[in-house]
C-alpha cells in the first residue's frame, strides 16, 4: 500500500506540471505577418491608415475597423475563455496636430456606443462583453469588434494654419490585453501610421473693396451737448468691407487706435482741440467696437461676404468748441 501512494503522488504532481499548449491563439493581421499568442507574448502592429481628405465640415473619420485587420483563430470556450479587451495605455491621441483641428478619439463597441479614450475596459474581442460561450475547440473563429473613430463638433478646432501632418506619422495607438482562461495578459498594441500626407485646406479671405475714408455728416454743437453724454444716435454713417472667401472659413476683425480718455471702445479726436468729442463705431448688431479686442463676425463664410458697419459722434460731456473732427483707426482680419 505504501508503494501505490507514492505512485498515485508523483502522477499528481507530473499532470499539474503539463502545459497546456491549446491556450494558444493563432493570428493574422492585416497587414502583416501571422503570429502565435500564447499567454504573455506581446505583439505591436504597425498599422499604416488612410484618413483623408479632411475639411472643416468632416465630423467623422474611420481610422480602423478591428474586423478588417486582424483574425484570430482558438478556443474561445468555457475552458479556454479566450477574450480582448482594451486596457492599460487604452486608447491614446497621438497627434498634437489633429487634436488642434479639433477631433476626438473614439472607440466604437460591437453595439456602436462611443467610448472616449483611452476606452479602458471596453471588450473587443469576441464580443462586447467578453463572453466565451463558443465551442470548446482549438480552431474557432474569435471575431473582433470595435472601430476606432476621430470625431470633431462642428466649427471645432483651430484651421488657420495649413501646415501638413506628413506620411508615417503617428495618429494613435491602442493597447489591448488578452484573457486566457482567468488571468489577463498585455498583448497586442497597434499603432495606427498616416499613410499619407494629411493636408487641412487653407482658409481664407481677400479684401476687395473697402471704404477707406468714412465721412459723418455734420452736427451742432448745441444738438450734441443737449443730447448729453455718450453716443449721438441721430447721425451715422454706414462703411463695410466686401471680402471674396474660401468657403467655410471663419472670420474675425481687431480694430485698433488711440481712444478718448475714459473709454475703451471711442476713438479720439486726431486735431487738437474738442478733446471732449471721439468717434465710435458699432457692428450692425449695435456692439460697440473695442479697440485691441479680436471680434469673430463670420462663423462660415459664403465666397462672397459684406461687414458692415456704423460711424457715430461720441461726447463725453464737457466744453465743445467749433472745428473739424477726426479719427483713424487700422484693423487686421484673421481667418481660419
Given at each position: ?27 493574422d493581421p492585416t497587414p502583416g505577418s501571422s503570429f502565435t499568442l ?298 481660419q
Open positions: 500500500m505504501k508503494g501505490i501512494f507514492i505512485f498515485l503522488k508523483i502522477l499528481l504532481i507530473t499532470f499539474l506540471l503539463t502545459p497546456v499548449s491549446a491556450l494558444a491563439l493563432d493570428c500564447n499567454n504573455a507574448p506581446q505583439y505591436v502592429i504597425n498599422q499604416q491608415v488612410s484618413i483623408g481628405p479632411i475639411d472643416k465640415n468632416t465630423l467623422q473619420i474611420e481610422v480602423a475597423d478591428l474586423n478588417k485587420i486582424i483574425k484570430c483563430t482558438g478556443g474561445a470556450g468555457n475552458f479556454y475563455r479566450n477574450a480582448f479587451k482594451v486596457d492599460g495605455s487604452g486608447l491614446t491621441l497621438s497627434s498634437t496636430r489633429v487634436e488642434q483641428l479639433g477631433f476626438g478619439l473614439y472607440l466604437n463597441d460591437e453595439n456602436g456606443v462611443a467610448h472616449t479614450a483611452p476606452a479602458n475596459n471596453v471588450c473587443v474581442a469576441p464580443d462586447v462583453n467578453c463572453n466565451y460561450n463558443y465551442a470548446d475547440t482549438n480552431n474557432n473563429p474569435i471575431p473582433f469588434y470595435g472601430k476606432v473613430l476621430l470625431k470633431r463638433a462642428s466649427g471645432a478646432g483651430n484651421w488657420s494654419s495649413d501646415d501638413k501632418i506628413p506620411a508615417g506619422t503617428e495618429i494613435a495607438r491602442l493597447q489591448t490585453y488578452y484573457r486566457s482562461q482567468t488571468l489577463w495578459y498585455p498583448s497586442l498594441t497597434w499603432i495606427f501610421i498616416l499613410k499619407d500626407d494629411l493636408v487641412p485646406p487653407d482658409y481664407t479671405c481677400n479684401i476687395t473693396q473697402y471704404d477707406k475714408s468714412v465721412t459723418l455728416p455734420n452736427v451742432s454743437r448745441t444738438a450734441l451737448q443737449n443730447h448729453g453724454n455718450g453716443r449721438y444716435p441721430d447721425v451715422k454713417k454706414e462703411f463695410q468691407f466686401a471680402l471674396n472667401c474660401d468657403a467655410s472659413t471663419a472670420v474675425s476683425v481687431t480694430f485698433e487706435g488711440d481712444v478718448l480718455n475714459g473709454t475703451d471702445n471711442v476713438l479720439k479726436n486726431a486735431y487738437s482741440g474738442n478733446d471732449n468729442i471721439g468717434v465710435q463705431m458699432l457692428f450692425s448688431d449695435n456692439t460697440p467696437v473695442k479697440l485691441e479686442t479680436k471680434y469673430p463676425v463670420i462663423s462660415s463664410a459664403q465666397e462672397n461676404e459684406i461687414l458692415k458697419l456704423n460711424a457715430y459722434y461720441y461726447y463725453k460731456g464737457g466744453d465743445v468748441g467749433a472745428g473739424p473732427i477726426k479719427a483713424n483707426t487700422t484693423f487686421m482680419f484673421d481667418y
